[in-house]
């Protein structure tokens, strides 16, 4: 299981993710170009010092992600590519996630391009009420990296248990 940020435009939902990925064992993907630098305060100071521990791929550009994708195969931990959408057509409760599923999620202030859309293996949705437009896409991840780690069986053994 990997979780890609396409484009990611704030620092601190960019580090609290990479924590996120870092803390659950999961891989971060980031889909360059970003709207600030890696090297920024805000990034830093939300990854804290989960950011060595975290296991993270740049990548300069969606084409060359396309490239490294489809290169690294499931065998690698790159299987389908599972969009987290308000354009989604199915609620990430009723999709049946695998263990190589790379959940991609896009820009806080533009979410991803048709392209981008065109090319993912499922468009998924969070329900929610009418008349709202979407939640920040941190806690997005989060909830729908919770669910295919469930799903999958793959969530880290705490110790002692």
Same mark, same amino acid.
């Given at each position: 299981?990997?979780? +890609? &940020? ?8 960019? @580090?609290?993710?990479?924590?996120? %990925?870092?803390?659950?064992? $999961? ?7 970003? @709207?600030?630098? &890696? ?37 690698? /931990?790159?299987?389908?590519? $599972?969009?987290?959408?308000?354009? %989604?057509?199915? #609620?990430?409760? +009723? ?10 999620? @896009?820009?806080?202030? #533009? @979410? $991803? ?6 090319? #993912? ?9 009418? /008349? &709202?437009?979407?939640?920040? $896409?941190?806690?997005? +991840?989060?909830?729908?990296? %919770?669910? +295919? ?10 110790? %002692?248990?």
């Amino acid at each position: 299981m990997r979780l +890609a &940020l396409y484009e990611p435009d704030i620092p601190q939902n960019a @580090g609290s993710l990479m924590r996120l %990925g870092a803390c659950l064992g $999961v891989g971060i993907d980031i889909i360059e170009p970003c @709207g600030f630098l &890696l090297s920024d305060r805000n990034f830093r100071r939300a990854g804290m010092d989960y950011l060595k521990s975290a296991d993270i791929r740049r990548h300069e550009s969606w084409a060359r992600f396309q490239d490294d994708f489809r290169r690294e195969g499931p065998e690698n /931990g790159y299987g389908r590519l $599972v969009l987290l959408t308000t354009r %989604g057509d199915m #609620a990430y409760t +009723a999709f049946n996630f695998a263990p190589t599923d790379t959940l991609l999620v @896009g820009r806080e202030s #533009a @979410g $991803v391009s048709q392209q981008v859309h065109d090319c #993912a293996d499922a468009r998924l949705v969070i329900p929610m009420l009418a /008349g &709202l437009r979407s939640l920040n $896409v941190a806690q997005s +991840a989060a909830m729908v990296l %919770g669910e +295919a780690l469930r799903q999958t069986g793959q969530f880290p053994k705490p110790e %002692g248990m």
